[in-house]
């Protein structure tokens, strides 16, 4: 690539975007300690030990946790269908009860608490984890629509991770058109953020994904006035020999100036 000023770019010309960005080291586990100030006023009665954080003799989480399948599926669900009010809850549809029981089983097998599972005729809710969690799961993922974000430590972890990571958000939060050769995946969000953090992540997954912006029409609920929403629509086709309007070099994507406003 060639580096220049955008008054210099027309149309026909190619901005060249990397597959991979910059991390130091890739991570093989995060020190959960480094998003608490545990010498903030009401955290004073949570202390970590070598292996845990506590809350006065309870144990609350790991005080280090692997960065393994089992924890994106976590962080993956936990940033498409979860809150956390008080404590972390996610929801899910009440035909997904085998991917319901095999993420109880993760969860249960990296933090020491029980997960409660309420069930209604529509979907499940599971609810785990202390306060103390709840915060530190909304320092990594932002606390509303709009501020949802990718953790940091997830770029900086394998291939694996960021794999099943994907996968979990996709599930929960994405759709998937299948065609006769090829896999259409779209995902919406009102985060900008999230959304060129995702096309991150796919490109260092090997595919290239386009982002629109749209913006939903206006409408009356029982006469409330619902306002019109950005949404940001993010889409790639998961086939590697599929041709698209990115161009595939070393390191990079391709993407052809197509019209300049």
């Known amino acids: 690539p060639i580096e220049t000023k955008g008054e210099n770019l027309k149309v026909g010309d190619y901005i060249a975007i990397p597959k991979q960005f910059s991390c130091n080291k890739e991570l093989k586990e995060i020190d959960l300690s480094n998003y608490l100030d545990l ?55 009440i035909h997904e009860k085998e991917m319901v029981n095999n993420l109880v089983k993760d969860i249960e097998k990296i933090f020491p608490c029980k997960v409660h599972k309420n069930i209604n005729d529509s979907k499940y809710d599971l609810i785990f984890g202390a306060r103390i969690l709840k915060r530190i ?60 953090q995702l096309q991150q992540i796919i490109a260092r997954l090997g595919f290239f994904a386009t982002i629109s912006k749209r913006k939903t029409t206006p409408s009356r609920i029982n ?22 309007f990115a161009k595939k070099a070393k390191g990079y994507f391709l993407i052809p100036i197509q019209k300049i406003s």
């Open 39 to 93: 010498n903030e006023k009401n955290l004073i009665a949570v202390k970590k030990n070598k292996k845990w954080i506590c809350y006065g003799k309870q144990k609350i989480t790991p005080l280090k946790i692997k960065l393994n399948r089992r924890f994106a599926k976590i962080l993956g669900y936990y940033l498409a269908e979860g809150c956390a009010p008080r404590h972390i809850a996610l929801c899910f549809g």
């Open 137 to 196: 799961f909304k320092n990594w993922v932002g606390d509303n629509a709009k501020t949802k974000k990718i953790p940091d430590f997830v770029f900086c972890a394998d291939k694996k991770f960021k794999l099943a990571f994907l996968s979990a958000y996709i599930d929960g939060d994405g759709s998937i058109d299948k065609g006769k050769k090829h896999l259409r995946i779209r995902i919406k969000t009102a985060s900008e953020k999230l959304a060129l």
């Open 223 to 244: 006469g409330r006035l619902i306002e019109s929403k950005t949404r940001y629509i993010i889409s790639y086709i998961k086939d590697k020999k599929k041709k698209s």
